[in-house]
């Protein structure tokens, strides 16, 4: 993907996430009687103002967009006519002031749980959990895993996609403990195995967990036949089409989809020459796959996936839809597990026992934003989904100016009857601003390291 596309799809998440944090408070705050001055998006000079409502209130699309704000009226910030005193927020009960600040994040975790609920409603292909090989002295090669496997079950909850047996791993990982995991083997066996992660290194969390434990998805053997070009890939770009089949990558043949894969990723950033069969023509077409880091290694990327024959595919995927109510309550868990999970990667990295390299800035989220909007709306939406869940959590921690930190200060006027002195909200203002520096150079740091260093 270009990378106009990347910053187009980085600048359309920011713009969505913002307006929805920033509109549960201009909501809340409407509905709590309190006069809205300002609904910005961005920061910095306007690009476009209009006025409306009954209160004018004014709604600007400034030009930094990193951010937004909803202004209310204030007596702390300048005069307030007396007829209008009452709706200032100032003038709010505490638990006004709670509910309007608490509104931001709440709509965060309301739009990934809309966003979660709508695509388990719809339903999607998605890959069964079907265990290959595991790698010699692998923990799933311990755990006694075996090729063909298809796992059932986790401490006894059932699953049945791929991407629910990564997430339970994942989550057991970082907490290092053991799942018994249920497995059906080809002859319709039914073994239990205990994976035992209590050892696991917590602070290599971000890397390919599944891989490392041994934990591989199943690929039957594949002809090297193009069942989806991704559009605005290196391989449309190259003119490969649907339906292609490659017999060769520069002077090495190519008799399955494992050796296109392999080939392909040895070449990272490398004009490669693809020899292959359209109907009945042969030709020639030169590709230069995309150069991208995964697990600290340059692999070459051109952007395609197999066909896949239909009597393969019941053993490969599995179509999961649910019911309104259903969706609902399952995209709540999923949300709810997400931002768990958040604190928990934050904790450790507090107590050391996750390495602060973790964290992700906005140059990482831009080139997530970036792939994902290239693999369709449905990633894309997920992104959001999972970028919404974060600026939830991050709002929320006791951190001024963040949302918690308002709301650390009302607990704190709950607790001893009268407001928090303006000196400790201006000291607590500079020590949040402080640690928010400190913060956004570590993410910075990271999304440099990454980018120049793989």
Request: with cysteine.
């Amino acid at each position: 993907m270009s990378f106009l596309h990347t910053v187009a799809a980085f600048i359309v998440a920011l713009g969505v996430l913002i307006v929805v944090h920033e509109y549960g408070h201009y909501l809340v705050a409407r509905l709590c009687g309190v006069k809205v001055l300002r609904f910005s998006v961005g920061f910095g000079r306007s690009l476009a103002t209009w006025r409306r409502g009954r209160d004018q209130t004014e709604w600007v699309i400034a030009a930094i967009p990193f951010g937004g704000y909803v202004k209310m009226l204030d007596e702390r910030e300048a005069p307030v006519a007396a007829h209008e005193v009452a709706r200032a927020f100032n003038r709010q009960g505490v638990a006004k002031r709670v509910l309007i600040v608490s509104a931001g994040p709440l709509f965060n975790f309301l739009f990934a749980i809309a966003v979660y609920a709508g695509l388990y409603m719809v339903g999607l292909p998605e890959a069964r959990p079907v265990l290959a090989e595991p790698a010699a002295a692998t923990l799933a090669q311990a755990a006694g895993v075996r090729g063909g496997d298809l796992v059932r079950s986790i401490d006894g909850q059932p699953l049945a996609t791929w991407q629910e047996l990564r997430w339970r791993v994942l989550q057991a990982a970082l907490q290092r403990e053991s799942l018994g995991i249920e497995v059906i083997n080809t002859r319709d066996q039914i073994s239990n195995l205990t994976l035992d992660l209590s050892n696991y290194p917590t602070d290599e969390v971000e890397s390919d967990v599944l891989e490392r434990i041994g934990l591989r998805l199943y690929r039957p053997p594949l002809d090297p036949v193009l069942g989806q070009v991704v559009a605005g890939s290196a391989a449309a770009r190259a003119g490969l089409e649907k339906g292609d089949r490659v017999t060769r990558i520069d002077d090495r043949p190519v008799a399955t989809w494992e050796d296109l894969v392999r080939e392909v990723r040895r070449r990272p950033g490398l004009p490669t020459r693809l020899q292959i069969e359209r109907g009945d023509l042969s030709m020639i077409l030169q590709v230069t796959p995309e150069d991208v880091a995964v697990n600290g290694e340059r692999i070459g990327r051109i952007g395609v996936a197999p066909e896949i024959p239909a009597a393969r595919a019941d053993r490969i995927f599995v179509h999961v839809r649910h019911g309104p109510l259903a969706s609902v309550g399952l995209a709540a868990a999923k949300t709810w597990d997400i931002s768990v999970f958040s604190l928990r990667m934050l904790g450790k990295m507090l107590l050391g026992e996750v390495s602060w390299k973790n964290l992700s800035g906005p140059v990482t989220i831009a080139d997530f934003a970036g792939q994902s909007a290239q693999l369709g709306w449905i990633p894309y939406l997920t992104f959001l989904a999972l970028i919404s869940i974060s600026l939830g959590v991050l709002n929320l921690l006791p951190i001024p100016p963040l949302d918690g930190g308002h709301l650390m200060f009302y607990l704190v006027e709950v607790l001893k009857g009268s407001p928090a002195s303006d000196r400790a909200i201006e000291f607590g203002q500079r020590v949040g601003i402080a640690l928010l520096l400190v913060l956004m150079a570590f993410a910075f740091y990271n999304d440099l390291t990454r980018l120049f260093a793989g």
